[in-house]
């Protein structure tokens, strides 16, 4: 069908009104919401990996969105390295991470059965903030370090409080936005 939509004929104009079908070729939830984390990675600064989020409730609406950031007002004034003689002179203890800004920015009181789409497998400092906010299914785009002790220890607390995490698969056959696009060209998509 076009994509400009479709006119019905006169058997299938039975059940419409007018003559205009809707368009069929719509997004899948599952792949919308895995594009608004990814466009929400494209905002990070951070030079090395760009991490997206969104909160999303059982109605489907979305209530979070966030990416990894330095806390306001100290893009400039923090280090952006990865590594360092001291690890104070590196990033990790002062950056945002992306569910915590989703959590953050939410537009609702309770994300009590909502679920959470992430470019990246959370670490377990996100995975304590999922867990106590109540937030169900964690549906992730790539799980990079998986060697990592954060990473470990965020499976090992899922799996204890029975938190369902899954790798995204797109449902739709032409991808909305290069999901891989924030992790580089030859970024390994299976694990
Ligand atoms: N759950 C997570 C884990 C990490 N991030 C952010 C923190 C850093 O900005 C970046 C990882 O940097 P790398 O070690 O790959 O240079 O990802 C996050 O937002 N959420
Ligand atoms: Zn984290």
New binding site residues.
């Given amino acids: 069908m076009s994509r400009e939509g479709a006119r019905a004929g006169p058997a299938a104009h039975s059940s419409h009104v007018g003559t205009t079908l809707p368009r069929s070729d719509v997004l899948e939830w599952p792949d919308y919401f895995m594009a608004v984390a990814v466009l929400a990675a494209k905002q ?1 600064r ?1 030079p ?2 760009q ?1 997206g989020a969104c909160i999303v409730s059982s109605e489907n609406r979305i209530v979070g969105i966030g ?2 950031k330095m806390p306001n007002d100290c893009t400039k004034a923090f280090p952006w390295d ?1 590594e360092a003689a001291s690890r104070l002179d590196t ?2 203890p002062y ?1 945002s ?3 915590l800004n989703a959590f953050v920015n939410k537009t609702v009181v309770d994300v009590r059965g909502c679920r959470i789409y ?1 470019t ?4 377990n ?2 995975a304590k903030i999922i867990i106590q906010s109540g937030i169900h299914e964690v549906i992730y785009l790539l799980d ?2 998986p060697d990592k002790d ?1 990473t470990r220890a965020a499976k090992r607390l899922f799996e204890n409080t029975g938190i369902h995490c899954r790798k995204f698969k797109p449902k739709n056959e032409k991808d909305p936005v290069d999901f891989y696009s924030v992790f580089g060209a030859n970024q390994e998509q299976s694990n």
């Fill in positions: 990070s951070d090395h990996t991490v990416y990894n990865k990033k990790y950056i991470h992306a569910e992430v990246l497998f959370p670490c400092e996100c990079k370090y954060e």
